[in-house]
């Protein structure tokens, strides 16, 4: 049977892991078990963060449409109830952009939401 030789193969195999590892502290850097477990690690962690990248955007998106809607004299959820009583099919995404970019669209579609609600039912109820 034939010798197989390797060594190139490893050492090729050892130096990504490492140069992949550069920028670790201590020995996650400089020794190739630590830097191979902290590599698996990091994969974790980046897969899991990309799921929760999404939630953070979507919460920023929020955060800017409330404070912009509230500028306008309506909060975040009479906005969104306004926007789908008016059938205005507008992502969240787009609306944190306009209330960014264009205060004055913004300020249209607010118009446009505060126009569809319904009447305030609260008051009746309370007088009852």
């Not at 953070?56 to 509230?70: C, G, K």
């Not at 264009?102 to 008051?123: C, G, H, R, W």
């Amino acid at each position: 049977m034939a010798r197989v030789k390797r060594a190139v193969n490893a050492h090729k195999k050892r130096r990504v892991i490492l140069e992949r590892a550069k920028g670790y502290r201590g020995q996650r850097s400089r020794l190739y078990r630590k830097a191979k477990e902290q590599l698996l690690h990091s994969f974790v962690y980046s897969y899991g963060d990309r799921k929760k990248k999404k939630g953070d955007f979507r919460r920023l998106w929020i955060q800017r449409i409330n404070a912009a809607s509230r500028a306008n004299g309506l909060t975040y959820n009479r906005l969104i109830q306004g926007l789908k009583a008016a059938e205005v099919e507008v992502d969240r995404r787009m609306l944190a952009e306009l209330a960014v970019s264009d205060a004055n669209a913004f300020a249209a579609l607010v118009k446009v939401a505060k126009d569809s609600l319904p009447a305030d039912t609260s008051a009746k109820k309370a007088v009852a």
